[in-house]
DNA sequence: CTTAAATCCTGGTGGC
DNA sequence: TGCCACCAGGATTTAA
């Protein structure tokens, strides 16, 4: 499911073939994903040229040459696949229009690009370009952690006197924007923090330490192409390969992979989320 | 205020 | 072979 790596991974394959190209057609399948579109999508994106593609926590920000950016979210199973890419980089032809196919773009450069997302938790709109901070979806998050507001007194004052799980807090776009399960599964057993942990009770130090965890997790996936797990896939249409580097997600029952322990993962479920962890390693 | 639980959605899986 | 329960989970909404 795509977390910060993998919007990151799409947007760098998405930015090459959007970024100076204008949308020769905006076709919208259905009148909504997670929420209704905004009215007149498709005549506002029709003739638009993206000026950049950004990317907010987990959010893509297409800004077009109108005033207007196009917020876009994947939920957890929404895909962005390019085709009759001029740059010859990614697949050829069009290819048939599949089931979930809800909105595709065809760019003036003869890219396609078509949004698929079977679940449905996706989202699409429209918003102002000036101010697009302070959009609904993107006014209450909190820094991005790869960025210098992502501190170590930043996290220790954030979670000071919380009472709920690290795990969660974790999750807590508030906190910080753009972890999912995965990457904060992974953070916490390289941090030997366990999940259960009250979040105002970890040693400031053990805190601190988080941060360039964080940052080092979120790195290397975002080097690696970012995960593919399930139905995920990459914006040239490639699956990833990261999800065969995980030491913790998804690795129930097998054995802990630090060097000299003879654990092995569990899986527990904490606000019903899973979560990996290994006993020994992580207190 | 904080914290927990319910909600949305479809495809895949396992049990019978 | 089909049917059903269950699970995946990001972000919001509702409840406590």
Known sequence: MPELPEVETVRRGLAPVMEGARIARALINRPDLRW???????????????ERLR??????????DRGESLLIHLGMSGRMLVSGDPL????????????H???????????????NDPRRFGAMDLLPTTGAEAHPLLAKLGPEPLGNEFS???LVEALRGRNTPIKSALLDQRIVAGLGNIYVCEALFRAGIAPTRKAGHIAEARVAGLVPIIRDV???AIDAGGSSLRDFRQADGELGYFQHSFDVYGREGDACRREGCNGQIRRIVQAGRSSFYCRQCQR
């Not at 209704?36 to 993206?50: E, N, Q, Y």
């Not at 990317?55 to 077009?64: C, M, V």
């Not at 010859?88 to 089931?99: N, S």
């Not at 196919?101 to 949004?115: C, E, S």
Request: charged share 25%; proline share 7%.
């Open 218 to 220: 979120l790195s290397e």
């Open 55 to 64: 990317r907010r926590s987990k959010y893509l920000l297409a800004d077009l």
């Open 88 to 99: 010859g980089r990614f697949v050829h032809a069009h290819p048939a229009a599949e089931k």
């Open 101 to 115: 196919d809800h909105v595709v773009l065809d760019m003036d450069n003869g890219a396609r690009i078509t949004f």
């Open 152 to 154: 170590q007194s930043h």
């Open 36 to 50: 209704p579109f905004p009215p007149d999508m498709s005549a506002r994106l029709t003739g638009a040229k993206v």
